[in-house]
T-cell receptor
């Protein structure tokens, strides 16, 4: 089945710093790749996605590029804000009609002013 | 669109008691998922429904766990004879179409004393 290895947290940055959260995956075929975010006290929500190799997903200043050759989908943001403090989850989906996602352990990001 | 709602948000029970959680998905969504999340971990898949049919169950779902979606709308997750190891956040998500995006509720937190 699908599996994900995410960068261990927690990650603590100062406001306006550059962020990278690494994610590598194991999946059959050509999976779609997702980043979900969980803000304190809220449910998980989709941050961005990419559905084929070399696609770049982007949202709220975050970006991730689907790298099939390295089976990676690293999350980046050029200048983080305090409001980006949250837990970030990488998740591949190998296909099939169930659309089930397999989540990584999550990376806690804390941004200090 | 009122989002996915879960009830109760928090349940405290004594070991050996039965508990039931309810999930109301987004109304037009035909797929519904239950996940479990423990502290510091990502969501782990428990079970999946398409309409009223339960099509997939994880090995994590022991025989003390049962889930239903009787009319293809809301779903219930019952845990019988709770154990301390059942303490976790139980997440419900729903989806439709081919985007692959899951829409999550805020979760039901179970504490077993």
């Amino acid at each position: 089945g699908d599996s994900v290895t995410q960068m261990e947290g927690p990650v603590t940055l100062s406001e306006e710093a550059f962020l990278t959260i690494n994610c590598t995956y194991t999946a059959t075929g050509y999976p779609s790749l997702f980043w979900y975010v969980q803000y304190p006290g809220e449910g998980l929500q989709l941050l961005l996605k990419a559905t084929k190799a070399d696609d770049k997903g982007s949202n709220k200043g975050f970006e991730a590029t689907y790298r099939k050759e390295t089976t990676s989908f690293h999350l980046e943001k050029g200048s983080v804000q305090v409001s980006d403090s949250a837990v970030y989850f990488c998740a591949p989906h190998s296909g099939g009609s169930n659309y089930k996602l397999t989540f990584g352990k999550g990376t806690l990001l804390t941004v200090n002013p | 669109d009122t989002g996915v709602s879960q009830d109760p948000r928090h349940k405290i029970t004594k070991r050996g008691q039965n508990v039931t959680f309810r999930c109301d998905p987004i109304s037009e969504h035909n797929r519904l998922y239950w996940y479990r999340q423990t502290l510091g971990q990502g969501p782990e898949f428990l079970t999946y429904f398409q309409n009223e049919a339960q099509l997939e169950k994880s090995r994590l779902l022991s025989d003390r766990f049962s889930a239903e979606r009787p009319k293809g709308s809301f779903s219930t997750l019952e845990i019988q004879r709770t154990e301390q190891g059942d303490s976790a956040m139980y997440l419900c998500a729903s989806s439709y179409g081919t985007t692959g995006e899951l829409f999550f509720g805020e979760g039901s937190r179970l504490t077993v004393l």
